[in-house]
């Protein structure tokens, strides 16, 4: 008899929680609330809030708003973004994750130091939180994401290196080794592990989850950089690993011959979707 199981550990971090709930109870006064990007990498939940009044901005028709509330979702932004809001009366609805926030403030005293480091960011170039994280530092921060980028970066400097939230632990040890062997012996070097526990913690389970079914279904938004790396964690140890972002994409082949069919996701994928995508396997 086959059995379907959603892994208890998939679904919504604490930050992108707390983002949706203050959304949730701002709509709920009736008032128009606008949001600054996606509230989270998931079209299926930014449809669901869209039909509940949040309406989507970019921060070019941001700079058209006047006399509003805007919320500011979990992945952080620069310091530009609320002095916008002060210069144009907009109330900000600020759901920051606090692991995020704790980072640039980081980030920001290092900067302002009287003797500032080179600080560079391990992470995605463009990504929401990375952005956030240079804004810190008036555009100075050097992103890097893979051993070529370190080409861009002086070997003669005091360096600090952080890292995007929701980065590999792996990588992020990676990069730190290739770093200190970049840089000139006499320069002073601190890698900070600025990585989100959560995430971190995540890998190891959902490693062990995959191992333990015969296919695994991995849900999540194709614009999220999370889903995409757990994704590869997953079918690294379980080959018969599909990526969807919804149940109408499912791989009835990938599934064929399985007795043990797990379903997880991404920081960013809400509980309600994986448990549509096992009401459609169950229903085949």
Known sequence: MR???????????????????????????????????????????VDRLRRKGLLTISHEQMAGLHDCKVLLRAHGEPPSTYELARRNNIEIIDATCPVVLKL???????????????IVIYGKLGHAEVNGLVGQTDG?????????????????????????????LTGLRHIARELAAYLSPEVEFHSFDTICRSVAHRVDNLKEFAQG????????????????FLFDECKAVNPRTQFISGPDELDPE?????ASIGICGATSTPRWLMEQVKERICQK
Do not use: M, W
Not at 11 to 20: K, L, P, S
Not at 151 to 168: G, W
Not at 254 to 258: F, G
């Open 3 to 45: 059995t379907v199981e959603i892994d208890a550990g998939s679904g919504f971090c604490f930050g992108v929680t707390a983002a949706i709930k203050k959304a949730e109870e701002e709509l709920a006064k009736g008032t128009p609330l606008y949001c600054l990007g996606d509230i989270v990498h998931n079209s299926d939940e």
């Open 104 to 118: 640039q403030q980081r980030i920001k005293k290092a900067f302002d130091s009287p003797e500032p480091p080179q």
């Open 140 to 168: 100075h921060a050097k992103v890097v994401e893979t051993e070529a980028d370190l080409r861009k970066l002086n070997p003669n400097q005091t360096t600090h290196l952080y890292s995007q939230t929701t980065k590999s």
């Open 213 to 228: 079914h015969d296919a695994i279904v991995f849900v999540a938004g194709r614009k999220s950089s999370n889903g995409k």
């Open 254 to 258: 990938l599934l064929e011959e399985a």
